[in-house]
């Protein structure tokens, strides 16, 4: 295929795109921890079988497994010597499959390319010579297998645009005529892992010579929105692609990664990514056939789009002594004298400027809150340190915090290194977590491992160092005074293993608990009460959750790709029916807050978007 006929193709209404590779073949109990694409030679009867699963779903651009096919990243398998047959028989799976389907209307196939797993100078070692190489490596594998090779390419998952620049120069060389299709990925905050925002971007992109830009994995369907809405309207006459995840990724029990977002939520997003204007649509990490399908079907037959389109606008932007808290701290003895706490978490700084995080405290102060929380790199996202924000916030503002202390990503020394340093500046309130993997924020190479688990942790901060020892049982100069909490569900899916991990933790020292938002009163007594019954003793002090809904549109991305948030239809009815959706959510907020007061020891509001005002709406709103 040639660009005039991409182009042509897009003029007759926008392309179904496939959807994830990975999460099928682990769901058919393929290891994680293996090569994917070294499957397309040791196991092509399962990547053909995949192949076929979303021709049959409808698409129109089918992709080959070889998103990991370049040198560098088949190097950590010690397969970088076979580029060349890893895509190669990519390709010929692929073409196989295709001249054997019984589509209606010719599928197109495109040849997968991923970042290549390393840091270009000057963030890294490998020079543009060096990355071109291996981009040339496998585009050349990918244009020359088969009769056919591929009818196009996409770059996809990209992080620096120095590397798509440098991956689009070389596939102009080897295939000047090919259709190129440029995705970038990014975090949370709306921003690629390297730091690019989508109207960098999109500007930087469309200068290049590809024939569409877009956006793929990322979080979900809402988030894919309003960055495409942002590319488009930097580059309108440029075709643009919407590729999400189901949402943000969970971890379960046994290890397995789930996503939340339903093939009937994605349909909903397909008219709404239309009217937009992509021209490719698909699905990434999480997503399955029955995604494909029902954006097949939502293709088919539109109808009304729902879903709120994002309007876009572009702003000029210019550019004391601790309070040394004794034993009890000051949340001890709030909840020891049945005083009501309101606490909300706060996230770090992304930089060296502390200013903004002191106002909104201050704020939140004047408005009632007693309590603040400090979180630890939220999302996994790359802050300051949350031990010293806490420290500021405890200086300059006069309110004692609760630090959140992640075990991820933390080995024993440091552990035990950062606790210290934290109770020398006064900080003794602490909540004890798992915290966020490093895979869906900044640094997705960093370090994920831990030597201690929550509970463990747990215990060696309330009978070890608590008790004037370290994790060897070594003596430490004097006695901590910690008071340390931890995580709990009030709603859980599963009732009865979080009551058994509570009790663990109960066991281990946790002395209060901050839960995940509550929208369902009702059932958060019944599992006090059940708690209660079930061990013969009062439940710990908890400062159970509350999340303020922002608009509809938030509200059912909350409840779609959140993992554990379940949001009555009710409430997300309401908030679709509000004329002013924010002060709606605020009224939620306080509705929620006076049916959980009379059987919890305080409240913990999580703010959207820093939100902080809203938050102190509520607050102010129950004095």
């Known amino acids: ?69 370049n040198r560098y990243k088949l190097a950590e398998y010690g397969l970088q010597h076979e580029v060349l047959e890893l895509n190669t028989a990519a390709v010929s ?269 201050s704020m939140l102060k004047e408005a009632g809150a007693n309590i603040l929380n400090l979180a630890d790199s939220p999302l996994a996202r790359m802050r300051m340190s949350a031990w010293a924000a806490a420290y500021l916030v405890q200086q300059d503002v006069g309110l004692e915090t609760i630090l959140h202390f992640p075990t991820r990503g933390r080995n024993l020394l440091r552990i035990q290194g950062d606790l210290l340093a934290a109770h020398d500046m006064g900080i003794r309130n602490l909540f004890v977590a798992m915290g966020d993997p490093t895979r869906i924020g900044d640094f997705p190479e960093a370090m994920d491992s831990y030597d201690i688990v929550p509970t463990g942790l747990m215990q060696l901060i309330t009978q070890q160092f608590n008790a004037g020892v370290d994790k060897s049982g070594n003596r430490i100069d004097q006695a901590t005074s910690f008071v340390a909490g931890c995580a709990l569900s009030l709603t859980p899916k599963d009732v009865e293993r979080e009551m058994i991990l509570l009790r663990k933790k109960v066991r281990n020292g946790a002395g209060f608990a901050l839960t995940q938002p509550v929208f369902d009163a009702a059932a958060a007594r019944n599992f006090i009460n059940t708690y209660e019954t079930r061990y013969g003793e009062p439940i710990i002090p908890i400062l159970a959750g509350i999340k303020l809904l922002h608009n509809g549109r938030n509200a059912d991305f909350l409840h779609n790709e959140v993992p554990g948030m379940i949001i009555p239809e009710a409430y997300r009815q309401r908030m679709h029916a509000a004329d002013n959706p924010q002060q709606t959510g605020v009224r939620i907020a306080q509705e929620m807050m006076e049916e959980i007061r009379p059987f919890v020891q305080g409240v913990y509001f999580m703010p959207n978007f820093g939100r902080y005002d809203l938050v102190a709406d509520v607050i102010g709103g129950q004095r």
């Open 93 to 361: 799976i692929a073409r196989r499959v295709i001249d054997a389907s019984f589509s209606s209307k010719p599928v197109l196939l495109a040849g997968a390319i991923g970042p290549l797993g390393v840091r270009l100078a000057p963030l890294g070692r490998v020079r543009v010579p060096e990355a071109k190489a291996a981009f040339r490596e496998q585009i050349q594998a990918l244009v020359g297998a088969d009769p056919k090779g591929v009818d196009l390419l996409i770059l996809e998952t990209m992080a620096d645009l120095k590397e798509v620049e440098a991956a689009v120069d070389v596939a102009r060389e080897v295939a000047p005529e090919l259709p190129i299709v440029a995705q970038m990925a990014f975090t949370h905050d709306d921003r690629t892992f390297i730091g690019h925002t989508p109207d960098e971007a999109a500007r930087k992109l469309s200068g290049f010579d590809v024939d569409m830009i877009g956006v793929n994995c990322s979080s979900g369907p809402a988030q894919v929105l309003r960055l495409i809405s942002i590319m488009k309207e930097v580059a309108p006459d440029m075709p643009i692609a919407a590729v999400p995840n189901a949402g943000w990724p969970e971890q379960t029990e046994g290890g397995r990664v789930m996503y939340a977002a339903t093939p009937e939520y994605f349909a909903r997003y397909t008219q709404a990514f239309c009217e937009v204007g992509a021209g490719l649509i698909g699905g990434c990490c999480g997503t399955t056939d029955l995604h494909i399908a029902a954006m097949r079907q939502a293709l088919d037959t539109p109808g009304e789009n729902t879903i709120s389109l994002p309007r876009v606008k572009f702003l000029q932007r210019d550019t004391a002594v601790t309070a040394v808290v004794e034993q009890p701290t000051q949340l001890a003895q709030y909840l020891n004298e049945g005083t009501f706490v309101i606490t909300v978490e706060m996230s770090p700084p992304k930089g060296v400027g502390a200013e903004r995080l002191l106002r909104r405290a």
């Open 1 to 69: 295929m040639n660009r005039d006929t991409f182009k042509q193709r897009l003029e007759n209404g926008p392309l179904l795109l496939d959807g994830a590779m990975g999460t099928l073949l682990y769901g058919k109990g393929i290891s994680i921890d293996q090569c994917f694409d070294a499957l397309n030679r040791r196991e092509p009867q399962a990547v053909a079988g995949i192949y076929r699963d979303y021709i049959d779903a409808g698409v129109d651009v089918l992709e080959t497994n070889t998103f990991a096919s």
